[in-house]
């Protein structure tokens, strides 16, 4: 397939990326770097622009005769998305009706969205299944599940295909280090205790001790970032015209706060300073994803099902590389 990889150049985009190529796909990236870093792919393969170029786009659908497009680029902080919800609009589902309408009149008509558990905002039941009402609780979640709604309108206007992938906390990094997680700032939880242990920062802080969780700290589902790729790359190689298909993608278990600092102290060797705080606003006790749909249509199942496995891939980037691509 020759596919258009937007917001190709961040953390998830980047992965997928390489297991595309790795599988003979003529990949081509899209991606106006405010997030994304040159140096996590090929740069004979990476375009930068923007969404806001319609004419750019138009260029790269004819030069490169795409035929699916793989959706990443999005803002994605959830308190930002509160603070600057306009931000969110234009760029999240502005942009992303600038890009579907290039598609549109190129006839390229295969999607695979990367969407959002948040698009489920509090659920009142675990697991979350596709069935699970969508009411998100913020404007970034509200954006993804907004472009959800998009995509099936033109799923049944204009025979797309098209696949939104909710995923849950991404986690990890390439198995042999060459690529990893280097946000600014940061705020995946992984990489924050991991730079605790490394001295880079003087504590990670714990929101909330009391919840009804066995240790009292909120419980998430970690799903590693190959396999997030893995599962993109199904979706896209059996997507077909005029189909819709909607997956929640995870590991199927959750892990508290605590217990991913154990694993990152486990895997390090190095104690994790730790500071308790009250809970913040909107965090729900346990998220935790069913991904039972996704594997059974599609026979899509993650390899790393332990945490600490996911947390020795991204301690194996962070140690080869404390200053993210900067390094390279």
Not at 48 to 54: A, F, I, M, Q, S
Not at 116 to 131: V, W
Not at 219 to 246: F, N, S
Request: contains cysteine; neutral net charge; aromatic residues 10%.
């Amino acid at each position: 397939m020759h596919i258009l990889v937007t917001g190709g150049a961040g953390y998830i985009g980047s992965h997928a990326v390489k297991l595309f190529l790795e599988r003979g796909h003529d990949v081509w990236i899209y991606d106006n770097l405010c997030f994304g870093h040159r140096a996590a792919v090929p740069a004979d393969r990476l375009i930068v622009g923007d969404l806001n170029e319609p004419h750019r786009i138009d260029q790269v659908l004819l030069q490169h005769r795409i035929d699916a497009v793989v959706h990443f680029a999005a803002f994605t902080y959830v308190g930002e998305s509160v603070q600057h919800p306009a931000k969110y609009w234009q760029n999240n589902v502005v942009n992303t009706l600038n890009l579907m309408e290039c598609l549109r009149r190129h006839k390229v008509a295969r999607f695979v969205f990367s969407s959002t558990a948040a698009t489920f905002g509090t659920p009142e039941q675990m697991p979350i299944t596709e069935q699970t009402p969508q009411k998100p609780i913020n404007p970034y979640g509200a954006s993804k599940l907004t472009v959800e709604r998009i995509l099936a309108d033109y799923s049944q206007a204009y025979q797309w295909g098209f696949a939104a992938l909710r995923y849950f906390n991404a986690a990890g990094a390439r198995a042999d280090g060459s690529i990893g997680e280097d946000h600014t700032p940061e705020t995946h939880l992984i990489p924050l205790i991991i730079q605790a242990a490394m001295g880079k920062r003087p504590h990670i802080e714990i929101f909330g001790t009391d919840y009804p969780t066995p240790d009292g700290t909120c419980v998430r589902d970690y799903i590693h970032v190959d396999d997030l790729a893995e599962a993109h790359l199904l979706t896209l190689e059996k997507l077909q015209p005029g189909q819709a298909m909607h997956y929640n993608l995870g590991n199927g278990r959750g892990y508290s706060v605590r217990e991913v600092i154990a694993a990152v102290e486990a895997v390090t060797g190095k104690k994790v300073p730790i500071k308790e705080g009250p809970r913040r606003a909107g965090d729900p006790p346990v998220l935790v994803a069913s991904s039972d749909k996704i594997q059974k249509e599609l026979g899509w199942k993650p390899r790393y099902t332990d945490i600490n496995a996911i947390v020795e891939t991204a301690w194996n980037w962070h140690r080869a590389h404390p200053k993210g691509y900067k390094d390279k």
